[in-house]
Every structure is written in C-alpha cells, then in structure tokens.
C-alpha cells in the first residue's frame, strides 16, 4: 500500500488528477483502502461488489463528485441503514481529493472576495455593501463576518455559506498540527464563535419585521414554517462546518488515523447503554422499519406453520366431487399459538434507553401476541399497561410511562428484590401457562436482597420466563450486579446490547 | 460490444425531465451506471416515493417496451419463467395418434410452438428493446428469490428442454422493494441499489409543479414546506409525495390560494392516514415551535 499522506496527493494538483481519473495505480490502491475501511466499519462488502466499483469509477469520472460517492455507494452499500457509515468513510477518504477540495487557504481567500463580489451585485445598496468590499476574508473583523453569515442565511445563499463556514473554521476552530483532541472540540469552539442560536433569533425577528412591514402579521403556521426553513440552513451550514474541520484534520492526521476516529457503527450495533444523543435518534428511526420487518415475517411464519391433523369430515366431504375418492385431504388448522406477553422492565437512568426500546418494539408488533401487559420499576413497581391501550402512538406512550409511572419506593435507586416482592402480591396470580415473562434489567441491585424465589414462583407458573441484560456478558455479576441469582430460576437470560441482539431475541419469542 | 443507451449523466436527467420525472443526482447517475455495467437496478425506499413510476419513466424515455412482473407470495416458476402449454401438447398427441413415431412427437412436444412465455422468459427473448421491471420483490419467499438469480447475473434463462436461452438484446432491469423484509445476499450482490427517499422540499415542489397543471409557484412552495415540516414529526406514516400531490391537487380544487392553519387542518386527512397522526399534526399546526420539543423522550 502506498503512502497515503503524499503531499502531492493531497493536495490533488491538476497533474495528479490524471492519474487519479483513470483506474491506474493511486486511484486503485485508494480504492482498497476505502473498502477495506468500509469492512472495519462493519459493512458486507464482497468480492463480487468491490469488482463492480471498480467498473463503476470507470464510467464515471471522480471531478463529479456527487455522482462519484453515488456510483460507489450504488456498488458498496446495499442496505440504507448503512449510509451514514458509508458517507463518512467516504468523507475522509475523498474529502481532500479533487482541486475543487484542497486544502488551499490562499484560494479560500479568494473564493470568498469573489463571491462578495457577486454577491454585492446581486443585492447592490443592501447593508453592510461597503465594509467587504475590501476583499479577503482575513480583512474582516469577526462582528462584520457574523453579519455576512447573517446576510448569507437570510438569502439562502449557499455557496457563500459555504466560504464562510471554511472561513470560520479556519479562524475560530484553533486547530493546531498535531494537537491530540478530537473534531468535536472543534466544532463545539466554531460554533461557540458563530453563535448560532442568536443567529436564528435575529432571523426570525427580522422575517418578522419584514411581514409587518408589508402589512401582516405571520401567523404562527407561517412562523413554523419560516423557522423549519431557517433551522434548515443552520444544519446546512454546521454539516459543512463539520466537513471542514473533518477535512483538515484528514490533511493533518492522514486518513488511516482519522477514518479510525470517525468510524460510526450501524445503527444495529450501537449499544443502547453508551448510545449518543445522535446514535439514539438513528436507533429510533431503525426501530420504525425493524418493527414492520418483524411483524411480516412473524406473521408469515405462523401462516406457514399451518398443517394441523387430518381434517376427516372435510375430507370426505370433498371426495363427493371425485366420485366418493378421497382424493383431496384436507386439514384442521391449527389454533395459532399466540404466546401473552409480560414484559418487567427496570427504568432505572442505566438502562432506562434499554427498556424504551424494547417496550416500543415489543408493543409496536403487539398483534403478533394475544395480549401484552407492561410493569416498570426502579424500587417500586408500578403496572402501565392502561398507558398503551388505545393509543396509536407508542412512542408517546413510552414518554408517558418515563414521566408518570409511579416508580419510587424509597430512594430512587434500583431495587429488584423488593419490585419483585410487590408484583408477586399483586399481580404474581395473573401469570399463568400461556404466559411469557419477559424482565429487563441489568440486575444491579444495590446490594440489596434479590427475592430471587419470585422469579422461581413465576418460572413455575409461566411458559417460560426471559432475562434480557443490556450488560455485556463479561460483567455479569461482577460488583453488585446478581443476575445470575435470577438467571437460574429462567429459561434463559441473554445478552441484549443492540437492535441486532434485541430483534434476534423477539423473533425468537413468537 | 452493443451500444451504450445514454452518453452521460446529465443526459439521463434531462430525458428523464422530458417525460415529467424529475430525478436527482443520485437516480440518474445510478440508471447512467445501470446501463453501461449492464446491471440491475435494486431500487428501494419508503412506499410512494416513485419507485415504480421510475421504472415506467426511464421505458418511456428510451422508448422501450416495459414488460412488468408483480411479485406476490406463491409466485413460482410457471408464473414468473415459462410453463408448458400442457392442453396443447394434449391435443397435440391426440391429433396425430399413431401416425408419428414417439421421438417425433416427443421432439415436437417441447417445442417453442408449446411453451408459453412469462414476463422474464419474454424479456429475455424480446428483441426490441424492452424495460424490465419486476415490482414488490420483498413479497416473495426467500426459495423463490433464485430463480431470479440467473436472468438477473447472466440475462439468460435455462430450460431443460430446450437448453438455455440467452438475451437477444441487454434489457433495463428495475426491482422494487418495499423493505418488508431482508432480500438475499445473493441478489443484493447482483444488482446496483437506489434508496428513493423523501425529496428535498426544493425536489419536491419542482415535482408538484409539473405534476399539478396550473398551480401557482407561490401555492407549491408552501405544500413542500409544510410537508417538510410534518415529516420531520415522529408520524406512523410521513406524507409520501403521491400523497402530497393528492393535496396539491385537492387545494386547487377548493380553490385555495394561500395555506392557512385551518386550511391545513381540515385537510390533513389527504397527507396523513392515521388518527392519531392527523391529530398530531393539527395540534402541531396551531403550536407554537416550542410545544413540539416536549414530545421528544429524552433521558430520564
């Protein structure tokens, strides 16, 4: 493998590009590099594919750069849920390649004089005309950049966005070679200058004075609707903010080192107990199509699970229009077992992300079961099953049980023993054969007793009884986690980390 | 070597907006490629964002037959390949009793007199040029996506008595898949793939513009965002853009010149197909932004 960091690469000078458009050496190595980037990061790439990328860059030439990462990912990336993945590998390994993506401060300079130039055409006599005439973006004070940002949202105007997202972070970012932090402190400093927030506020002040002036007022759909406008650039303009630091931390660390950092897992493989704030949305959206995908296969497979016993009067009956011949057998359809569900859940701020989405899932295919029931607790136990019936939107039944369940006995710190000791007087005789219990917890008790004979009680009056840890197995009962005191009395405990894990696991279950 | 359909990207685009598809990016680069790799596009995505009406628009840009293949569960072989014409081959050995010898008959029986084409069979032997679109291919059994796999890696069908029968010309292949469940390796590997999501609002109002006649730039532009703005809701269902032309189409019809919150409520019922997601939407409609960020579960 060639260095990677060779200057003249990096750069992507005009001679360079040469080499680069046709499937030679660089380009190839590049090339195999990136997949095997896309491998680390946990996507199925096979032989066969990268085959077809290579033909594919063939047709279509690296300077478009659009139609470049959609000619890879069309060959590469067969799954949407692994597009971000992809895109950020890609980011890193293509950020700097192409003239137009250098890494040249002197032509950001320009590129920023001559789009004031334009700009200042464009809108001639608006504010703020005469103190960029000077040129360069260095001439210019931070308030006067902030009121070109201001102007450039306003307008929508992208491509100078765009030179003064580069400006800023070349100026507020603080990025010094070789310093060891992380693209986030960056662009938490860039931002911080930028302040965006009061960005969005003058924005909507002044979309305000502008619909007054014109003699009406805004109503408040119209001012959701210009605010969602304005939010939009504003992410806009941090995506390329981000793509910027990104960029020159690539120029800085080399690619190897920065796709290493950066690399995301898919949705399927974030753990729910460290998940971002960002990983977790992603999770939620996985969730939507996980559940449709799981319902039609649970319901597909009981569908073809359907041959019961010789149907004898149906049978005969059907001979009649073959002359008394019984050549048509017929079958009793089985009932279909639907197992009840009921889930236990520790909410408890550990695993509490734990226990959403499991709730969500296992309500969001509820026609799969005969009936669920829901029970929550962190030292006290609290039934919510009534906070899902007839509602259409589990997610907002998941918010109310996180917010109103009755879970607080004493302290607010898990107490397994004791939730268990209360849902044994009170609901242990609802739990009967048809029963699956499912309990979901870390079993991090506190150092208090476990009670773990109601898990033995349960086990002998239920189908069967489940244990999900959200814990990696190799810290079960270490400290005071006791699930395997719990673990024996159950038909199985396992490990529940992620989606992947937790569909296993459901499917598993109908 | 046969000749490439298309000369560059850009021109995909542009016949593609001749005949009223505006494609982005990221479709007309992946149809570009389809063509000069001579492989089948995978195209999935949310339910109403034109997957099939791609298939129909490249058929009609190009000129070609589009021959169609709906995919349902029990879809087989007879349904999908080719079946023997059995009656005829009945009548056929019943016609000439004992005046052939049996290898004759036999010879005669398995017969492309006798064989009766299925929409991949027909693909493969048309010999003008056709586009092939095999629709809803989650819908099928696992077992059934194989047959499939030959047309689709090598535009050739098998079959045993009469040996293989190869394209006469490459055909445009699209599938279509709704996600419902996980397709093979094997066919993934075969195909390009094409997520159609949700237009971006500037897409999407060019696309009510030239699907809704006579409606003014001012009307279009607020539909995109509003439907932008509900799509960024946790919804059952987000709005596809069938379904927002369907709105476009019913304000014009009411004569609606300027999208008010009132307008927008009593109409939701066209955009959202749930109750309780019209209700969230209404109540979204007349709330202030801050309102909504309540909604979302953060951590406890």
Redesign the interface.
């Known amino acids: 493998m060639t260095d990677h960091s060779d200057p003249a690469l990096v750069n992507g000078d005009d001679d360079n590009l040469g080499d680069l458009r046709v499937a030679g050496e660089p380009l190839l190595d590049l090339l195999n590099g990136f997949i095997g980037e896309l491998r680390e990061a946990g996507l ?1 790439v ?1 032989l ?2 990268n085959l ?1 990328a290579m ?2 860059i063939r ?2 030439p690296m300077e ?1 750069r ?2 470049f990462k ?2 890879l ?3 590469l ?4 849920a692994h ?1 971000r993945s992809f895109e950020t590998v890609f980011e890193v390994y293509f950020s700097l390649r192409g003239s137009k993506y250098g890494l040249d401060d002197d032509s950001l300079e320009q590129d920023l004089a001559d789009l004031l130039d334009d700009d200042e055409r464009d809108g001639a006599g608006d504010e703020g005309s005469g103190q960029s005439g000077q040129g360069g973006g260095d001439g210019l004070t931070p308030e006067e950049l902030q009121q070109l940002l201001y102007q450039a949202m306003m307008k929508g105007n992208e491509s100078l966005m765009k030179a003064i997202a580069r400006q800023a972070v070349k100026r507020f970012a603080g990025m010094e070679p070789g310093r060891p932090v992380g693209g986030t402190y960056y662009l938490y400093r860039t931002l911080r200058n930028l302040d965006l927030e009061g960005l969005l506020e003058k924005m909507m002040e002044q979309r305000r004075e502008q619909a007054e002036a014109d003699g009406h007022e805004l ?3 119209e ?3 210009e ?3 304005y939010e ?1 650039r504003i992410d806009a303009l941090k995506k390329e903010i981000e793509a910027e630091i990104r960029r020159r931390l690539v120029a800085d660390r080399g690619i190897e080192a920065m796709a290493k950092t950066l690399r995301k897992p898919l949705p399927e493989d974030v753990d729910f107990m460290h998940a971002s704030r960002e990983e977790m949305v992603g999770l ?1 959206k996985a969730l939507i ?1 996980l559940t ?2 799981l319902a ?2 649970l319901a ?1 497979k009981r569908r073809h699970n359907r041959r019961g016993p010789l149907d004898f009067r149906r049978t005969v009956r059907a001979s009649l229009s073959y002359g008394g011949v019984p050549a048509e057998p017929k079958f009793r359809h089985p009932r279909p077992h639907k197992p009840e569900i009921f889930v236990i859940a520790d ?1 408890s ?1 550990s695993v ?2 734990f226990a ?1 989405f499991t709730l969500m899932l296992v309500y969001a295919i509820s026609g799969q079961f005969s009936k669920v029931r829901a029970f929550v607790f962190i030292d006290g136990i609290d039934e919510v099953t009534s906070y899902f019936e007839g ?3 589990v ?2 039944a ?2 109310r049980v ?2 109103e369940a009755d879970v607080v006995w004493v302290d607010g710190h898990s107490d397994y023993g004791h939730a268990f000791e209360v849902f044994h007087n009170k609901w242990g005789k609802d739990i009967g054969p048809k029963t699956t219990v499912i309990i979901l917890g870390d079993a991090r008790n506190n150092y208090h007793a476990s009670q773990s004979w109601v898990v033995k009680e349960m086990q002998h009056r239920a189908r069967h009884v489940y244990w999900l840890n959200p814990e990696p197995k190799s810290y079960w009962d270490t400290g005071d986690s006791i699930v395997g005191d719990y673990a024996a009395y159950t038909d199985g405990a396992y490990e529940c980390r992620n989606l992947r894990q937790l569909e296993k696991f459901v499917e598993k279950l109908a | 070597m046969t000749e490439y359909r298309f000369e560059s ?1 850009p021109e995909v685009r542009d016949g593609l907006r001749k005949v009223d598809y505006l494609s982005d ?2 479709i007309a ?2 149809v ?2 389809a063509d ?2 001579k ?1 089948p ?2 195209v ?2 949310p339910a109403g964002t034109g997957k099939t009406q791609l298939a129909k628009s490249v058929a009609e840009m190009i000129g070609a037959r589009l021959i169609r293949l709906q995919c349902y ?1 029990g879809l087989d072989e007879a349904k999908a390949l080719y079946e023997w014409n059995y009656k005829k081959q009945l009548l056929r050995i019943q016609a000439q009793r004992g005046n052939d010898s049996w290898d004759e008959v036999e010879e005669d029986l398995f017969s492309d007199e006798f064989l009766l084409e299925r929409p991949l069979l027909e693909a493969i032997r048309a010999t003008e040029p056709v586009v092939l679109l095999i629709d809803e291919v989650d819908r099928v059994e696992v077992e059934t996506e194989a047959l499939l796999l030959e047309i689709l890696s090598d535009y050739q069908v098998s079959i045993p008595e009469l040996g293989t029968i190869e394209a006469k010309q490459i055909p445009l292949v699209f599938l279509t898949s709704n ?4 397709l093979s ?1 094997a066919l ?2 075969r ?5 159609i ?1 949700y237009p971006d ?1 500037e897409r999407e109002k060019e696309i009510i513009l030239t699907k809704v006649p006579d409606i003014t730039e001012n009307l279009a532009d ?1 539909v995109a ?2 439907v ?2 509900l799509r ?1 809701l ?1 919804l ?1 269902k987000s709005p596809s853009v069938s379904e927002t032309l369907d709105w476009a189409n019913t304000l014009m019809l009411l004569g609606v010149e300027q ?3 009132e307008v ?1 409520s009593s109409t939701a019922n066209i955009l959202l197909k ?4 019209i209700a ?1 939407a209404v109540r ?6 801050q309102g909504m960020k309540a ?1 979302a ?1 953060g ?2």
């Open positions: 199925p096979s066969t594919e077809d033909a594919a047709h279509i478009d659009e139609a959609y000619a990912a069309a060959t990336v067969k799954n949407n597009w109503s408040k759909l001012e959701r609707l605010q969602d406008e939009h939620r199509p449709r995908r039609v296969r597909r909410i701020g509490a992300a959403r509602v259409e939107d997610t907002e998941v918010h996180n917010t | 990207v990016e990221g680069g992946i570009y490629l000069r790799l492989k596009i995978l999935e995505g569960e996600n419902t469940r996980e390796e993934k590997r195909c390009l793939f094409l997520h999501d609002m607020q965002r509003i932008r703005s960024q946790e059952k999208v008010d919150a927008a749930y109750q309780s997601d969230k979204e409609f007349a709330a202030d932004k909604f579960p951590p406890k």
